[in-house]
């Protein structure tokens, strides 16, 4: 995600834009730039890469004035350069703005503002809000603002400067945070508390579609239409390391409870009222190439891929093989021009997914990227880029990343099933009302939380633990087994329900616990016995479920439920309580949740 800072005081501005902006690193970015008001004009220096890169630009460069505001960009319209980062300007240089959020509709105001004759800068979405403001601007900075935000779509949280306003500052935000710190004869406004803390912890948590305009003395805070509206001063009581987690304890925590938004932003500029459209990807060459499919990712995203195995061969009737990326590029793999390759990967950077992908397109396949992050070399080098656009993931072990990787293959599955013919529009209108529904029921299992808090507190002591399933439920199996083991240390292994009397069997004893995902209806019954088997030589069940699996319900001995979705939507979110199990059996057992030993976020190395 962005991150925004502003100020405005009777002290320069600059060092307090650099040092908020450095407060809110952790938020991940890859470019940064501020712009200040002064002598009635606004001084903008931006640059790609890391903060220091921007540091050392301003230093040749006068900032005297006392009010500005700066910007961390984690790209996703526009790859990171110089151009694309922010803040964005006027034509003439009178007004900038710093934006964190995806505007949906960016591409319709872009042609009505270059029918105008506006000129684009940049590749970025972003830049249409400062053109519109410009457009709408007659001297009163609010009235402009509100006018400009009213024909924009989608998640915002914006600063506006404008140089005949010196000291002023006119914020707004809808889905995307903001907060306004409240200083003494200055004032702050940011992304987040981090940013601010060093100076008040005094500040207005803005509500969606509120403004605000800022001045030293005064902050008024106005609704949608620019109307006053009064606002309960919020006291932060946190230190500056909890602040950087957004309160919770972890990271990892953070981005279990941001799965829900993390779905709608990856979901809303794609999904339509009757259609799923995907942004720079040549479905047709997709849909023809995807005779036969070869997914490769390593890891967490290698256990998304293993979802679509199921759900692609069972809905699409495509043969799909997932490889482990680190076998693929030395099994001399059977793939050609009549193939298409999957590479998926939250950091975009992983070296054995990257020679994967080099190996398929040297094989002259076609090559789709899923990926988190925009201009990644992985992204840069597929033949097509869909991005999971889940905010920067900051915590090792890798969560909504995951659910975002299964969602982009779910609406790639839907494309090109409806492309193909596979389903009618009533059964494709039924479908994308399902995913309409995600981030809403991926918080109604984020209210188990307690729940599975508790089985974690009861068996976190244990030495082994065993994840089965069949089918999908294989697949989030091993999502599962490797979210425990790699932060709780607590060997585990997913073994397929049926494979069991072929050997692990023996491995059970009094206590075993077994971890059984069972969302697919038409193997209930079967995992069910499987169940029954393992309970009678002693093992404790813990079944991940839906209300309906009455087989399973009747045999386990401790339930968690999950809504009850089609089968190729129920890994999006049933994976959520084997996210929280193994979160709280790492925090029980003591370990370091988000830096856990022996493991980098990213493996950029074979
Ligand atoms: C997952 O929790 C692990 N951090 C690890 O398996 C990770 O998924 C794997 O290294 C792949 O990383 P990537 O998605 O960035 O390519």
């Known amino acids: 995600m962005c991150g925004i800072i502003g100020y405005t005081g009777t002290h320069p501005a600059l060092p307090v834009l650099l040092e908020g902006l450095k407060r809110l690193e952790y938020r991940g970015y890859d470019s940064a730039g501020v712009a200040v008001l002064q002598e009635g004009t606004i001084a903008v220096e931006k640059k790609k ?3 220091e890169n921007l540091r050392q630009a301003t230093k040749d460069r006068r900032f005297t004035g006392c009010a500005g505001i700066g910007h961390t960009r984690w790209a996703t319209h526009g790859e990171p350069s110089d151009r694309n980062s922010h803040p964005h300007t006027s034509a003439d240089g009178s007004i900038a703005l710093v934006h964190n959020g995806i505007i949906e509709n960016h591409a319709r105001l872009r042609a009505f503002l270059e029918r105008q004759g506006y000129v684009f800068q940049s590749q970025t979405d972003t830049e249409v809000l400062v053109h519109l403001i410009a457009h709408h601007f007659k001297g009163d900075l609010v009235s402009a603002v509100r006018d400009a935000l009213y024909l924009a779509e989608g998640s915002y949280a914006i600063c506006v400067v404008e140089q005949s306003h010196p000291d002023t500052i006119v914020c707004a935000r ?13 004032n702050f406004v940011a992304s987040d508390i981090p940013a601010i803390l060093k100076y008040t912890r005094r500040c207005y948590l803005l509500d969606d579609y509120e403004m605000a305009l800022i001045s030293p003395q005064h902050v008024t805070v106005l609704d949608r239409n620019a109307k006053p509206v009064s606002k309960a001063v919020f006291d932060v009581n946190w230190d500056e390391n909890a602040a950087e987690r957004g309160g919770y304890a972890h990271f990892m925590l953070k981005e279990i409870h941001e799965e829900d938004k993390a779905i709608s932003e990856t979901l809303a500029p794609r999904l339509k009222e009757h259609e799923i459209t995907l942004e ?16 490769v990712a390593c890891g967490t995203a290698y256990h998304a891929g293993m979802i679509a195995k199921y759900t692609w061969e069972s809905v699409l009737k495509i043969p799909v093989e997932v490889d482990y990326a680190s076998e693929f590029r030395y099994r001399s793999p059977l793939i050609g021009s009549d193939d298409l390759l999957i590479v998926i990967s939250q950091s975009g950077e992983t070296a054995d997914t990257l020679a994967a992908l080099r190996l398929g397109k040297k094989c ?48 790639l599955m839907l494309r090109i099933g409806y492309e193909k013919g596979v389903f009618d529009a009533t059964t494709y209108a039924q479908h994308l009302d ?67 009397k072929h050997g692990p069997i023996a491995l059970l004893e009094q206590g075993s616990l077994l971890i059984v995902p069972a969302t697919q209806p038409a193997l209930f019954d079967k995992v069910a016995s499987n ?31 999950v809504p009850s979705l089609s089968p190729w939507c129920m890994p999006i979110i049933a994976i959520i309580p084997m996210q929280l199990f193994a979160y709280y059996c790492a925090v029980e057992r003591g370990y370091d949740v988000d830096k856990p030993r022996n493991l980098a976020k990213s493996v950029t190395v074979e």
Not at 174 to 186: F, H, M, N, R, V
Not at 280 to 295: K, M, P, Q, S, T
């Open 49 to 51: 890469g890391r903060l």
């Open 174 to 186: 809808k889905d995307s945070p903001l907060i306004i710190g409240l200083g003494e004869g200055e």
């Open 280 to 295: 720079n990807i040549d479905l047709a060459g997709v849909a023809h190439h995807a005779r036969r499919v070869f997914i």
């Open 364 to 411: 002259g396949a076609q090559v789709l990227a899923i990926t988190n992050v925009v201009g990644s070399s992985i992204s840069r080098e597929a033949d097509s880029v869909l991005y999971t656009w889940a905010g920067p993931e900051i915590a090792v072990a890798s969560t909504k990343a995951y659910c975002t990787q299964v969602l982009c293959l779910a609406l």
């Open 434 to 500: 399902e995913l309409k529904r995600l981030p809403q029921l991926a918080r109604e299992i984020l209210k188990n939380e307690g729940q599975i808090k508790d089985l974690a507190h009861r068996y976190c002591s244990l030495s082994d633990a065993y994840f089965i399933g069949r089918n999908i439920d294989y697949a989030m199996a091993l999502e599962g087994s490797l979210k425990l083991k790699e932060i709780s240390y607590i060997h585990s292994e997913a073994i397929t329900a049926g494979e069991l």
């Open 531 to 561: 169940m029954i088997e393992s309970k009678a030589r002693g093992a404790h069940l813990l079944a991940i479920t839906t209300a309906e699996a009455h087989s399973i319900l009747d045999c386990a001995n401790d339930v968690v439920l």
